[in-house]
């Protein structure tokens, strides 16, 4: 079993709708989530972290986690064009970052 | 502005070359780490380093090998570059600490291993 697990897609919405994102991690030791988007070509970059059981918004973005379930999901409102780019879950324990393989993610005008 | 910058974008080498990949980071972050990028199969973790000459094994660190001498360079070494190396290699930095300590990156170096 891989330690971050997420769908690759491509997730598809349109313009507007609400985007779901999920992960679901192996180690119940794993202290803090993060999500990262990554347009293509280039770095990863940080959206937002959690880690605490609940939901965090920040704008459109609201990342929620249930560690009784080992799982982590970004939901992303009001999906723009923009938002079009692979979004990458990460799990840090003890110093280590690990990722998930990535869900592209496709917002159709 | 924080930074972290790999030494080069693109690089072309030879089967069977030691080749050095370099980062340095310009933040004082204790924690450095080597991922590769291929697609479909997301960041793996090389390795990573928590400090000064400290070291762990990541996922994948078969055919590399790492050297931390100072806290804002971070190497990775390909002892015999072979063709499955060829790769996207990231280079990220992030302080000390366990909760949202956000992961840094380079802007990333294409390897082709011929």
Redesign the interface.
Same mark, same amino acid.
């Given at each position: 079993q891989k330690e971050v697990e997420q769908n690759s897609g491509p997730l598809s919405v349109p313009e507007g709708a609400i985007a779901s994102l999920n992960c679901t991690y192996s180690d119940r030791g794993s202290q803090s989530f993060f999500w990262y988007r990554q347009y293509s070509g280039k770095s990863p970059e940080l959206i937002m972290f959690i880690y605490s059981n609940g939901d965090k918004e920040d704008g459109r973005f609201t990342a929620q986690l249930n560690k009784a379930s080992q799982y982590v999901s970004l939901l992303i409102r009001d999906s723009q064009p923009s938002d079009s780019a692979t979004y990458l879950c990460a799990v840090r324990n003890t110093g280590k970052l690990i990722f998930g393989q990535g869900t592209t993610l496709q917002v159709k005008p | 502005d924080v930074k972290v910058t790999q030494s080069s974008r693109y690089l072309v080498k030879r089967t069977g070359e030691k080749v050095f990949l370099e980062c340095v980071q310009d933040m004082d972050h204790e924690?450095m *780490?080597w991922?590769r990028q291929d697609p479909? +199969?997301?960041?793996?973790?090389i390795y *990573?380093s928590?400090d000064v000459k400290m070291k762990?094994k990541?996922?994948i660190p078969e055919g590399y090998s790492v050297s931390r001498e100072k806290k804002e360079r971070f190497s990775l070494i390909l002892e015999s570059a072979s063709t499955n190396q060829t790769s996207m290699y990231?280079c990220?930095s992030?302080p +000390?600490g366990?909760?949202?300590?956000?992961?840094f *990156?380079?802007?990333?170096t294409r390897l082709t291993v011929v």
């Amino acid at each position: 079993q891989k330690e971050v697990e997420q769908n690759s897609g491509p997730l598809s919405v349109p313009e507007g709708a609400i985007a779901s994102l999920n992960c679901t991690y192996s180690d119940r030791g794993s202290q803090s989530f993060f999500w990262y988007r990554q347009y293509s070509g280039k770095s990863p970059e940080l959206i937002m972290f959690i880690y605490s059981n609940g939901d965090k918004e920040d704008g459109r973005f609201t990342a929620q986690l249930n560690k009784a379930s080992q799982y982590v999901s970004l939901l992303i409102r009001d999906s723009q064009p923009s938002d079009s780019a692979t979004y990458l879950c990460a799990v840090r324990n003890t110093g280590k970052l690990i990722f998930g393989q990535g869900t592209t993610l496709q917002v159709k005008p | 502005d924080v930074k972290v910058t790999q030494s080069s974008r693109y690089l072309v080498k030879r089967t069977g070359e030691k080749v050095f990949l370099e980062c340095v980071q310009d933040m004082d972050h204790e924690n450095m *780490f080597w991922y590769r990028q291929d697609p479909g +199969l997301g960041l793996r973790l090389i390795y *990573f380093s928590y400090d000064v000459k400290m070291k762990e094994k990541g996922d994948i660190p078969e055919g590399y090998s790492v050297s931390r001498e100072k806290k804002e360079r971070f190497s990775l070494i390909l002892e015999s570059a072979s063709t499955n190396q060829t790769s996207m290699y990231l280079c990220a930095s992030s302080p +000390l600490g366990q909760g949202g300590t956000e992961a840094f *990156f380079g802007q990333g170096t294409r390897l082709t291993v011929v």
